[in-house]
């Protein structure tokens, strides 16, 4: 049988942290290929903060590129509103209707699956896997989650795009955290040098209340 990973994520930007996730887990889970799918532009209000989907998905691409397990796909892009998890996962379920289908994510977004779209009907459609990340406990995600979702233990590596956003706004190299190809794409297009930190006024990991809940 088929059996399909799905990566969800900002990707602001990709980085080796996201790639080492998902080539640990497609091996473990004997995966035949990982889609990773960056979220769309975001409503209005967080436009100023978050880099164009365009780009993101271009960084995403860029990276993938020489992997045949990983792709991507541009199905939060075309939508113009907030992109939902839910609604993706049905859409490759509809493309894809007898392939078992993963979803994979990190400890700190299995931490706000409540506030998700429609968690039981996520649940209902695929297999969710939870990786392992530096700095996030089992005991962060609520027990009606925790007692349903499958936890893959991987290799911890301290990456996050935030840290990226933050180093390349303060003139430091982000050589060997990002991708081969990132660095140049983030050069040429001037991304994170705005001088207020992304992470800015926001909580823990830089997700404010409204990006949780457009997953
Ligand atoms: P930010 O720092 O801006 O919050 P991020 O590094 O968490 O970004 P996302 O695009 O939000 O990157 O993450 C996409 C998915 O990848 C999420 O499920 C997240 O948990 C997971 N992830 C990101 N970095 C790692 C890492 N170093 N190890 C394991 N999983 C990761």
């Known amino acids: 049988m088929e059996r399909i990973g799905i990566f969800g994520g900002t990707f602001d930007p990709i980085h080796l942290g996201h790639m080492a996730a998902a080539q640990q887990a497609a091996e473990a889970l004997k995966l035949s290929r990982v889609w990773f799918i960056p979220s769309g532009n975001p409503p209005h209000k967080r436009k100023a903060r978050i880099t164009p989907a365009g780009l993101r998905y271009q960084m995403v691409r860029r990276a993938l590129s020489g992997n045949p397990l990983f792709r991507a796909a541009d199905l939060e892009l075309r939508t113009s509103g907030a992109s939902y998890t839910i609604d993706s996962l049905e859409a490759i379920r509809t493309r894809h209707p007898a392939a078992e289908l993963c979803l994979l994510m990190g400890l700190d ?64 190299s982000i050589k060997y ?9 983030i050069t040429r297009q001037g991304l994170y040098l705005a001088s207020v930190s992304q992470n800015n006024g926001k909580g823990e990991k830089g997700l404010n209340e409204n990006e949780r809940k457009s997953r």
């Open 177 to 185: 955290l990002v991708p081969a190809g990132i660095e140049e794409i």
């Open 109 to 172: 977004q299995a931490a706000t699956l409540s506030s998700w779209k429609d968690p039981e009907r996520i649940f209902r459609i695929c297999r969710v896997v939870v990786l392992s990340r530096p700095g996030f406990e089992v005991s962060q995600i609520e027990p009606c989650w925790r007692r349903r979702v499958e936890f893959l233990p991987i290799r911890l590596l301290e990456i996050s795009a935030s840290d990226i956003r933050n180093r390349v706004r303060r003139g430091l």
